[in-house]
């Protein structure tokens, strides 16, 4: 069992960054791969990005590419989701999670990760 706690939600105006955090618990964290993704009010959850097990590897869904960066730090047990350039429409909920699958190429959908974080809120104001 993973558990899951996001960190580095806020308020920020457009153009603005934020950098969030999701540390989790157990000691297979360096084995998942780990995923972003976000939820706005009124709409299904949507990926954001994921990054492999050793951070090799990692997608972005189109909206983010060139704005946001995932990394992860297997020794601390932590994956990041930098957010430059913060445009209104990033404004949602936004979730960490985690696959147990190590493969490739790395799953962009929800119904893949097993484990989830409580959600951190991100508000963008133009």
């Known amino acids: 069992q993973v558990q899951l706690v996001e960190s580095g939600g806020g308020s920020v105006q457009a153009g603005g960054s934020l950098r969030l955090s999701c540390a989790a618990s157990?000691?297979?964290?360096?084995?998942?791969?780990m995923g972003w993704f976000r939820q706005a009010p009124g709409q299904e959850r949507e990926f954001v990005a994921a990054?492999?097990?050793?951070?090799?590897?990692?997608v972005y869904v189109d909206s983010v590419k060139g704005r946001f960066t995932i990394s992860r730090d297997n020794a601390k047990n932590t994956v990041y989701l930098q957010m430059n350039t913060l445009k209104p429409e990033d404004t949602a909920v936004y979730y960490c999670?985690?696959?147990?699958?190590?493969?490739?190429?790395?799953?962009?959908?929800?119904?893949?990760?097993?484990?989830w974080g409580q959600g951190t809120q991100v508000t963008v104001s133009s």
């Open positions: 157990g000691r297979t964290f360096s084995s998942y791969v």
């Open positions: 999670a985690a696959d147990r699958r190590a493969v490739l190429p790395l799953s962009q959908s929800r119904y893949e990760y097993d484990y």
């Open positions: 990054i492999s097990w050793g951070g090799g590897s990692t």
